[in-house]
């Protein structure tokens, strides 16, 4: 069992920079792959951001690639997302997912545990 809290969130400016945490309780956080998801208003839940277990490898939506950088520190038991240079479109609720799959993962099927939420709001 693996709960998840993110935190972070908030109102930023186009341009600006953004830095989610998710904080994970469980003994297998270190076996997990995470990833990042994301809902904007009146839009369906959409894959963000992808780390295995080992945080060796990475991997982007292309709407984010070059903009966002995802980690993860075991020890902590924490993941991150670093955004800078944010948009507009940027704007949604961010759910830090866990998935005992530890390779990357780019369906919102392949992760088991979800946390609850955080609102990003990128407006001027």
């Known amino acids: 069992q693996v709960q998840l809290v993110e935190s972070g969130g908030g109102l930023a400016q186009p341009g600006e920079s953004l830095r989610l945490s998710c904080a994970a309780s469980?003994?297998?956080?270190?076996?997990?792959?995470m990833g990042w998801f994301r809902q904007g208003p009146g839009k369906e839940r959409e894959f963000v951001a992808t780390?295995?277990?080992?945080?060796?490898?990475?991997d982007y939506a292309d709407s984010v690639k070059g903009r966002f950088t995802i980690s993860r520190d075991n020890v902590k038991k924490r993941v991150y997302l670093q955004m800078n240079s944010l948009k507009p479109e940027d704007t949604a609720v961010y759910y830090c997912a866990a998935s005992p799959n530890g390779g990357l993962g780019y369906s919102a099927y392949e992760y088991a545990y979800w946390g609850q939420g955080t609102q990003v709001t990128v407006s001027s």
């Open positions: 469980g003994r297998s956080f270190s076996t997990y792959a």
């Open positions: 780390i295995n277990w080992s945080g060796g490898r990475t």
